[in-house]
């Protein structure tokens, strides 16, 4: 039978650098471009949870990364934060290759089914060279119907019995964030990031600092503000984003509390404050 380009590029890769960065002995990451994919699970069992996918064209590469963690031992499930172009970019290939599903909230089924557009990027939301290209960054919907289910309404996650997630709207409908209570892990997706999400600069010298949302995409900033502070709520000890570094502890809260306290001065663009 013959090979789809995928698995042909898997194959003749140069892969030495696909390889995971160790947060937590249960927790990894690795980063698509510009955005991080989250590995949930022990090495030693084989047993595991990709959340996010990154962008388009990296499924090799996020493949060979979790070969090297993981073994030949697929992921149980793809979760996704929300349907982003660079959350959900290589999705569909991963689902694929793995024969695994996917999971999202219900709000935001309709932006991975083909039936609903994001809100265009806004462009005038200042901060960066990242704004200012956010109009062809892509917007067209994916089709994930053939894989997507909707997780439960109870805030349980399949496959991972000690998490779960909080719906946190605001960058999207359907935003979620999982958090496990047993050492305050927490994975934000873009619900808030630990780099200057509008600025091209800060992709090649990461800084680590608690921001809000990606401003350029954020749809609700109402709902964007009460999400922030739903995180701070929690206190977590160890934040993983879905842009920028791992943070930790005192210094994480801290951050973390002075964005929820002042959110419209720190995170809301000045033409979309009220």
Same mark, same amino acid.
């Not at 991972?160 to 496990?180: A, C, D, N, Q």
């Not at 090649?204 to 600092?209: M, V």
């Given at each position: ?35 991080? =994919? ?16 990154? =962008?388009?064209? !990296? ?43 996917? !999971? ?7 932006? =991975?089914?083909?039936?609903?557009? !994001? ?118 000890? =160890? ?36």
């Amino acid at each position: 039978m013959d090979k789809n380009p995928e698995e042909l590029e898997h194959q003749d890769l140069d892969m030495d650098h696909a390889e995971a960065e160790e947060v937590l002995e249960d927790l990894a990451f690795y980063r698509t471009l510009v955005a991080n =994919v989250c590995m949930i699970g022990d090495p030693s069992s084989g047993d595991w949870v990709l959340v996010d996918t990154g =962008v388009a064209h !990296y499924s090799s590469r996020i493949i060979a990364a979790a070969e090297k963690r993981f073994g030949n031992n697929p992921p149980k499930a793809i979760i996704l934060t929300h349907g982003h172009f660079d959350h959900v970019g290589s999705a569909k290939d991963l689902a694929k290759f793995w024969d695994v599903p996917i !999971y999202i909230h219900t709000e935001e089924l309709d932006y =991975v089914t083909g039936k609903e557009t !994001y809100p265009p990027a806004d462009p005038t939301v200042g901060g960066g060279t990242l704004s200012l290209l956010s109009p062809i960054f892509p917007q067209k919907p994916v089709n994930l119907k053939k894989w997507i289910k909707t997780l439960p309404e109870n805030g349980e996650i399949p496959f991972l019995e000690e998490w779960k997630y909080i719906h946190t709207p605001g960058h999207s409908p359907g935003h979620i964030v999982l958090f496990r209570e047993r050492d305050r892990t927490l994975i934000t997706g873009d619900a808030i990031v630990t780099e200057n999400p509008e600025s091209a600069v800060a992709i090649f010298i990461p800084l680590q600092k608690v921001y809000g949302p990606p401003a350029y995409f954020t749809s609700n900033w109402d709902d964007a503000e009460q999400s922030a502070k739903k995180l701070a709520e929690l206190e977590p000890e =160890v934040l993983l984003t879905g842009h920028g570094l791992p943070m930790e502890g005192d210094i994480l809260r801290e951050q973390l509390n002075e964005l929820a306290d002042n959110f419209m001065e720190q995170a809301i663009p000045k033409n979309k404050k009220h």
